[in-house]
């Protein structure tokens, strides 16, 4: 199983600021690329085609987007759907993300219904899950985990290519704060799930990828790719530029 270097950008960068970031970080990294690595780059929507075009024949770089609407088309002001994103050259979204779980609003179950729409597009999916520090502080990781993970993947079908759905443990309490989660925590967490992963979809539970984010740094980056079930990572700040996140994705 490859392992997968993700840069989500959030809300930053200019269309022309992206494009530029992308095409530095090929240049910092493609030749030095380890085997079995992949990078996945997430910009905002208005960005994707500049990211995708400076990828563009790169083994082993993708463009993805970080959001959806799951449906073909129609009357949804403001939303893109999953071929709109194809066509501009996004493989991967992101579902479930904290910010759009905390910020805006989206419930389990709309979650849900993203995750099994985009994959019936088309995309590749990467679920985000993760508890809150007053949900960890209370005892609840394994119940929010289990919560979002099987409301995440309760209409995917069984048979789906493992390759193609991953699922990222971002506890709300480790992103953008600098407090990373330490070996324990993320060796528990990324336990659950791959437990969850296999309970729901047999032995291809074993194939799916299990990312790590909140506040993945290049000197923390190595220590937490080699940990057991840590199949990538998920950077927000750290990949806004060329240079941190090069020396990630090489650690
Ligand atoms: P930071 O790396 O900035 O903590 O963000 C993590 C994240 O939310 C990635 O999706």
């Not at 493609?30 to 208005?46: A, C, D, H, Q, Y």
């Not at 389990?108 to 999916?125: C, H, N, P, R």
């Not at 193609?164 to 528990?188: C, H, K, N, Q, S």
């Not at 967490?189 to 539970?205: E, K, M, P, S, T």
Request: overall charge negative; hydrophobic content about 45%.
């Amino acid at each position: 199983m490859n392992k997968l270097f993700a840069a989500n950008w959030k809300m930053h960068k200019t269309a022309s600021e992206a494009g530029q970031t992308a095409a530095e970080l090929l240049r910092l990294v493609s030749g030095s690329l380890k085997p079995g690595r992949e990078v996945l780059i997430l910009p905002p929507f208005t960005a994707l085609a500049p990211v995708a075009e400076a990828l563009r024949g790169a083994q082993n770089f993708f463009a993805g987007a970080q959001n959806f609407y799951p449906q073909k088309q129609g009357a949804f002001t403001g939303e893109v759907a999953p071929g709109m994103l194809l066509d501009l050259g996004a493989g991967f979204a992101l579902t479930g993300h904290s910010e759009r779980r905390h910020v805006l609003g989206e419930t389990d179950e709309m979650v849900g219904q993203k995750t099994a729409f985009g994959l019936e597009s088309g995309l590749s999916i990467i679920l985000c899950v993760g508890e809150k520090i007053d949900e960890r502080r209370a005892g609840q990781l394994a119940a929010v985990l289990e919560r979002q993970l099987r409301a995440g993947v309760a209409a995917v079908p069984r048979d789906v290519q493992p390759a193609r759905l991953a699922v990222a443990y971002e506890p709300v309490w480790a992103i953008g704060t600098g407090e990373v989660a330490g070996p324990t925590e993320i060796l528990e967490a990324h336990a659950l799930v791959r437990r969850l992963l296999v309970d729901i979809f047999g032995a291809a539970g074993m194939q799916m990828r299990i990312l790590y984010g909140g506040s993945v740094k290049p000197d923390n980056a190595s220590e937490i790719i080699a940990l057991d079930n840590v199949d990538g990572v998920l950077v927000g700040g750290a990949s806004l530029k060329a240079d941190d996140f090069s020396r990630i994705v090489l650690a």
